[in-house]
């Protein structure tokens, strides 16, 4: 639970940092109200937003409470080098395990710039991010956020702006976020 309410801080504010250039006002005045506000900025537990109904009779607090507890889907290629690999199809699992991620191939007429991932689960009430992993030594190459594209339920599309570097060795890791979809 907060420390201070919005109306305790905002007293907090008036008692020790005026608005006039007649009083001193001391160091100490302003850290007690920056450490009172530091610890009671972000809980929403005794404020007006947390009791506000936001669609049907979902309030803050139960949006907090349903999605608190849902840690996302991971999954995970294998390192594969474009360049050398866009002739063929097929990109290994993460030797770690492939988690959501079932299998990956590279389609071979897009010169190595789309990449189709075939996931274990359902990925169309989640909202997806795809990041690029790169294990060489960071230089002015063109690597950008992909844009991607869901194809089927399972299937997603990974778009790369260019990929025929001679070392370009890379994996995917792709995140799959929950949605309530009951709320939005």
């Known amino acids: 639970m907060a420390l201070k309410t919005r109306d305790e801080i905002e007293s907090l504010i008036h008692n020790n940092i005026y608005d006039n250039n007649n009083k001193e006002i001391l160091a100490a005045m302003v850290r007690e109200v920056l450490i009172e506000m530091r610890e009671s900025y972000f809980n929403l537990k005794d404020d007006t937003l947390n009791t506000l109904v936001y669609s049907g009779s979902t309030t803050l607090e139960d949006m907090f409470a ?16 474009i360049s050398s690999n866009h002739n063929e199809t097929s990109i290994s699992a993460y030797s770690g395990g492939s988690g959501i991620v079932s299998s990956a191939t590279i389609d071979a007429q897009s010169g190595a710039n789309v990449i189709t991932i ?38 997603i599309k990974v778009f790369l702006r260019e990929g025929n570097s001679t070392q370009q060795n890379l994996r995917l890791e792709v995140f799959a976020f929950s949605v309530d979809t009951s709320t939005t």
Do not use: D, H
């Not at 999605?67 to 991971?74: D, T």
């Not at 909202?127 to 992993?133: G, I, N």
């Open 66 to 81: 349903a999605s608190a507890n849902v840690p996302p889907l991971w999954g995970s290629t294998g390192w594969f080098n």
């Open 118 to 155: 075939s996931s274990s689960v359902a990925l169309t009430n989640r909202k997806v991010m795809v990041q690029l992993c790169y294990n060489g030594v960071a230089n002015s190459a063109n690597f950008t956020y992909s844009p991607v594209v869901w194809t089927a339920g399972e299937i």
